[in-house]
């Protein structure tokens, strides 16, 4: 599809289709769970629970609401992680955790020559503090930081300053890949029959996700790392793995004629936690297999997608935690893609699971009020035009990215969450997609959450026939 001729172009700022139905959420059986010592595979996360089609780590507690803020980071903290906890105020929670590796900056640049150049002046910046380089692509790199530099304070005061023309430095953010409470684990998939498949499609749809295993995934082309799903061997995929081929499965069985490429993230971030290792990763992670997923080069991109399913993310503040870095890289690589290929990509972002107006990233970069705050606080400490760079994309991903809330019949789902960002609903309750199971005997599963209202949308957006749950516009994600 050409730039000029997207049929969906026009409809991002009016509703276009019926409003959502889906069935009541399943609750999912457990077992007992394994002793919580530190020698569980799940470190100090907690617990081993087995349920039907999954174990997960967990706190030994079957509401992963009742985990407090405080005890999540302090897990997430013992990993060695940066994790700290920071104010959202007006946005439904009062706090929220942000997650970042440690010790590692991500820089991202408008082209290869200013990529290098925003290297060498971040590095001057922080004065000797950078002590290692790694180049992701051309228009990304992550910076190795001395140890015991990161703080709150660092990324509220420091990183504004750390912006350029041309170029955006922010925390390596971590995020698990599945976007349901955060760090929590919840919203087990269970057994389903095979579901009938949909009709039409036509370009293309990269979805970025966890990765496949090393069986196939029928009518889906996998890229990237494969990973092991059952890595203690007990016969249950272990946490959240297979996200990535659900999703891609379900845009896949909803729009047939579409080609739908996975390009699986690599992660492993968890070090003293094996079974979450594969399952968590960062935005270099993401931006890495964006790159390899359109072939980019200094010069353009070798593949095109029309239609990019991002059912991943994490949240943020007004003015911290926006994730500037991989705003700017999605604004570059679907610049770069219409002017090399006249293909400019939509983005479809889950718009997350907190349950409240809580800005959920990549997705938010449609807010305006969590931009500009961003972009003020650049404007402070920064020269005059840097804060409007800023502006500059967010109102290009406004445009072009479609934030995808959840939604059942007349109203929204309890754990989708919302705002006038949020400018698509589609039905993400009691999903149906491949689910890569034993032990369910048709290798389908049903799963809830924004992720898979995501994968709705872009089925839709890519042509798919007989979607009649998707709604797009501006505001209809309202709280």
Same mark, same amino acid.
């Not at 946490?239 to 729009?255: F, I």
């Given at each position: 599809?050409?730039?000029?001729?997207?049929?969906?172009?026009?409809?991002?700022?009016?509703?276009?289709?019926?409003?959502?139905?889906?069935?009541?959420?399943?609750?999912?059986?457990?077992?007992?769970?394994?002793?919580?010592?530190?020698?569980?595979?799940?470190?100090?996360?907690?617990?081993?629970?087995?349920?039907?089609?999954?174990?997960?780590?967990?706190?030994?507690?079957?509401?992963?609401?009742?985990?407090?803020?405080?005890?999540?980071?302090?897990?997430?903290?013992?990993?060695?992680?940066?994790?700290?906890?920071?104010?959202?105020?007006?946005?439904?929670?009062?706090?929220?955790?942000?997650?970042?590796?440690?010790?590692?900056?991500?820089?991202?640049?408008?082209?290869?020559?200013?990529?290098?150049?925003?290297?060498?002046?971040?590095?001057?910046?922080?004065? /000797?503090?950078?002590?290692?380089?790694?180049?992701?692509?051309?228009?990304?790199?992550?910076?190795?930081?001395?140890?015991?530099?990161?703080?709150?304070?660092?990324?509220?005061?420091?990183?504004?300053?750390?912006? /350029?023309?041309?170029?955006?430095?922010?925390?390596?953010?971590?995020?698990?890949?599945?976007?349901?409470?955060?760090?929590?684990?919840?919203?087990?998939?269970?057994?389903?029959?095979?579901?009938?498949? /949909?009709?039409?499609?036509?370009?293309?749809?990269?979805?970025?996700?966890?990765?496949?295993?090393?069986?196939?995934?029928?009518?889906?082309?996998? *890229?990237?790392?494969?990973?092991?799903?059952?890595?203690?061997?007990?016969?249950?995929?272990?946490?959240?793995?297979?996200?990535?081929?659900?999703? #891609?499965?379900?845009?896949?069985?909803?729009?047939?004629?579409?080609?739908?490429?996975?390009?699986?993230?690599?992660?492993?971030?968890?070090? #003293?936690?094996?079974?979450?290792?594969?399952?968590?990763?960062?935005?270099?992670?993401?931006?890495?297999?964006?790159?390899?997923?359109?072939?980019?080069?200094?010069?353009?991109?070798?593949?095109?997608?029309?239609?990019?399913?991002?059912?991943?993310?994490?949240?943020?503040?007004?003015?911290?935690?926006?994730?500037?870095?991989?705003?700017?890289?999605?604004?570059?690589?679907?610049?770069?893609?219409?002017?090399?290929?006249?293909?400019?990509?939509?983005?479809?972002? #889950?718009?997350?699971?907190?349950?409240?107006?809580?800005?959920?990233?990549?997705?938010?970069?449609?807010?305006?009020?969590?931009?500009?705050?961003?972009?003020?606080?650049?404007?402070?400490?920064?020269?005059?035009?840097?804060?409007?760079? *800023?502006?500059?994309?967010?109102?290009?991903?406004? #445009?072009?990215?479609?934030?995808?809330?959840?939604?059942?019949?007349?109203?929204?789902?309890?754990?989708?969450?919302?705002?006038?960002?949020?400018?698509?609903?589609?039905?993400?309750?009691?999903?149906?997609?491949?689910?890569?199971?034993?032990?369910?005997?048709?290798?389908?599963?049903?799963?809830?959450?924004?992720?898979?209202?995501?994968?709705?949308?872009?089925?839709?957006?890519? /042509?798919?026939?007989?979607?009649?749950?998707?709604?797009?516009?501006?505001?209809?994600?309202?709280?």
């Amino acid at each position: 599809m050409s730039t000029t001729s997207h049929p969906w172009r026009a409809l991002l700022a009016a509703a276009v289709i019926l409003a959502a139905c889906a069935t009541t959420i399943a609750v999912p059986a457990t077992s007992t769970p394994t002793t919580a010592a530190a020698s569980s595979p799940c470190g100090p996360l907690g617990w081993i629970r087995g349920y039907e089609l999954n174990d997960r780590c967990n706190y030994g507690l079957l509401d992963p609401t009742l985990i407090t803020d405080l005890g999540l980071l302090n897990a997430l903290s013992q990993l060695g992680l940066f994790a700290t906890l920071t104010p959202c105020l007006g946005q439904g929670l009062s706090t929220a955790a942000v997650v970042a590796m440690p010790d590692e900056l991500l820089v991202t640049a408008s082209s290869a020559q200013r990529l290098g150049e925003a290297v060498a002046e971040v590095s001057g910046r922080l004065d /000797g503090s950078v002590i290692g380089v790694t180049t992701l692509n051309p228009l990304a790199a992550t910076l190795s930081l001395r140890p015991r530099i990161l703080s709150e304070a660092f990324l509220r005061q420091v990183i504004p300053t750390l912006q /350029g023309r041309g170029f955006s430095t922010d925390l390596n953010y971590l995020e698990p890949a599945l976007p349901n409470y955060a760090f929590r684990p919840a919203g087990n998939p269970l057994p389903a029959d095979k579901p009938v498949s /949909g009709q039409g499609g036509s370009g293309s749809v990269l979805v970025v996700d966890s990765p496949a295993d090393a069986a196939a995934t029928p009518g889906v082309t996998t *890229i990237g790392p494969r990973t092991d799903y059952d890595v203690d061997g007990n016969g249950l995929v272990d946490e959240d793995h297979g996200h990535g081929v659900y999703v #891609a499965s379900l845009v896949k069985r909803l729009a047939p004629g579409t080609r739908v490429v996975l390009a699986g993230v690599d992660g492993g971030h968890l070090g #003293a936690s094996e079974r979450w290792s594969p399952m968590v990763f960062s935005d270099a992670d993401v931006i890495a297999a964006l790159g390899a997923g359109f072939g980019l080069s200094a010069t353009g991109v070798a593949q095109p997608f029309d239609v990019v399913n991002l059912s991943l993310g994490g949240a943020g503040c007004a003015g911290i935690a926006s994730r500037l870095a991989l705003g700017r890289f999605l604004r570059d690589l679907a610049d770069l893609s219409a002017s090399t290929t006249g293909i400019r990509p939509v983005y479809v972002a #889950a718009a997350g699971n907190d349950g409240g107006n809580v800005k959920h990233f990549p997705a938010a970069w449609r807010d305006g009020p969590t931009m500009e705050a961003a972009a003020l606080a650049v404007d402070l400490v920064s020269p005059p035009g840097v804060g409007d760079e *800023i502006r500059a994309i967010h109102d290009e991903l406004r #445009a072009g990215m479609l934030a995808v809330g959840s939604r059942t019949g007349g109203g929204r789902d309890s754990f989708s969450n919302c705002g006038m960002w949020v400018n698509a609903v589609a039905a993400g309750r009691n999903t149906v997609s491949r689910y890569p199971s034993p032990p369910s005997s048709t290798g389908f599963a049903r799963w809830s959450g924004t992720s898979f209202a995501t994968a709705r949308v872009s089925a839709a957006v890519a /042509g798919g026939q007989g979607i009649t749950d998707v709604m797009v516009g501006n505001g209809v994600g309202h709280c």
